[in-house]
T-cell receptor
């Protein structure tokens, strides 16, 4: 088990360009989360999938952001028409949800986005 | 408003010393509380998870406590090591929902 994998780890893009991040969760984990974290702050929830269904979206997820998990395995987070305020680390996390039991949420190493 | 507040914001201690980090939360309805360790530029790593019925949980030199009545938690680090230098984030999960509320973390620096 290689843990939660994210790529690219770093991305520098010009304002207005589109970027896409990929997350490969731990195999057989049915839940997948996306968070955004800026320097000195804790992660902020963006969206969550149970299998392929996107069950919850934060108000932080503007219409420029879209996330997919087409086959219930890997996920992509796309940011269209990037703005400087989008510069942050985008964290992916996964867990295996079991009713009545606590489930550990495992985070990836994050994808750093710098919009110039 | 659901909030998680941590103190101190930063802390510097000598190697070998103990320290305690604090977490206060107003999140409701409470499901569980987690402590994560996050090295600079890396993803958070889980240390402990506690439900409302658990008062204490240990993981090696890390011991977390929870007082669900006062909505406070602490993370005690014993015999600190240089590798303990990191941010420690308190995270509270809400019952019935699937997101987590994160504190802003305590930045711990252990010096030789």
């Amino acid at each position: 088990d290689t843990g939660v994998s994210q790529n690219p780890r770093h991305k520098i893009t010009k304002r207005g360009q589109n970027v896409t991040f990929r997350c490969d969760p731990i195999s057989e984990h049915n839940r997948l989360y996306w968070y955004r974290q800026t320097l000195g702050q804790g992660p902020e929830f963006l969206t969550y999938f149970q299998n392929e269904a996107q069950l919850e979206k934060s108000r932080l997820l503007s219409d420029r952001f879209s996330a997919e998990r087409p086959k219930g395995s890997f996920s992509t987070l796309e940011i269209q028409r990037t703005e400087q305020g989008d510069s942050a680390m985008y964290l992916c996390a996964s867990s295996f949800a079991r009713t009545g039991l606590r489930n550990t949420i495992y985070f990836g190493e994050g994808s750093w986005l710098t919009v110039v | 408003k659901n909030q998680v507040e941590q103190s101190p914001q930063s802390l510097i201690i000598l190697e070998g010393k103990n320290c305690t980090l604090q977490c206060n939360y107003t999140v409701s309805p409470f499901s569980n509380l987690r402590w994560y360790k996050q090295d600079t530029g890396r993803g958070p790593v889980s240390l402990t998870i506690m439900t409302f019925s658990e008062n204490t949980k240990s993981n090696g030199r890390y011991t977390a406590t929870l007082d669900a009545d006062t909505k406070q938690s602490s993370l005690h680090i014993t015999a600190s090591q240089l590798s303990d230098s990191a941010s420690y984030i308190c995270v509270v999960r809400v019952t019935g929902a699937n997101n987590l509320f994160f504190g802003t973390g305590t930045r711990l620096t252990v010096i030789p």
